[in-house]
């Protein structure tokens, strides 16, 4: 094999491995104490976006607390220098999007959505 066709073959590798430790390594990443996305219930006449049939791909963090006894997500930790962040899907993300859907539902410290006929306040915490 000609040398340069094997440099061209190790820098291909090279790329193909730093990409798979790019998908890979913001996961593991994190620091500080976890975010939480917590929801509860509310009772009020306010505008609410419909989440009934969000996907759990697209808000794992909203679906959890939805699903769960005590309305609180998974952890979520930030990563040093705001690296994770743009590689992974943050608690963050899903208030913004929901926040985007139907602005009127924005409150000062989160949003309101509507699940299953009930009304829920949806916010991000720290414990």
């Given at each position: 094999?000609?040398?340069?066709?094997?440099?061209?073959?190790?820098?291909?590798?090279?790329?193909?491995?730093?990409?798979?430790?790019?998908g890979?390594?913001?996961?593991?990443?994190g620091?500080?104490?976890?975010?939480?996305?917590?929801?509860?219930?509310?009772?009020?006449?306010?505008?609410?976006?419909?989440?009934?049939?969000?996907?759990?791909?697209?808000?794992?963090?909203?679906?959890?607390?939805?699903?769960?006894d005590?309305?609180?997500?998974?952890?979520?930790?930030?990563?040093?220098f705001?690296?994770?962040?743009?590689?992974?899907?943050?608690?963050?993300?899903e208030?913004?999007?929901?926040?985007h859907?139907l602005?009127?539902?924005?409150?000062?410290?989160?949003?309101?959505?509507e699940?299953?006929?009930?009304?829920?306040?949806?916010?991000?915490?720290q414990?």
């Amino acid at each position: 094999m000609r040398r340069v066709t094997r440099n061209l073959l190790i820098a291909i590798a090279l790329v193909i491995v730093a990409l798979l430790a790019l998908g890979a390594l913001p996961s593991y990443l994190g620091t500080g104490d976890p975010y939480y996305l917590t929801v509860d219930a509310i009772e009020t006449d306010e505008e609410a976006v419909d989440v009934n049939d969000v996907s759990e791909r697209r808000y794992p963090y909203l679906t959890s607390a939805l699903a769960s006894d005590d309305g609180r997500s998974e952890g979520y930790q930030m990563g040093p220098f705001g690296l994770k962040e743009w590689f992974t899907h943050t608690p963050f993300d899903e208030v913004d999007s929901l926040t985007h859907t139907l602005s009127a539902a924005e409150t000062d410290e989160g949003v309101r959505v509507e699940y299953d006929g009930r009304i829920y306040h949806v916010r991000i915490v720290q414990p």
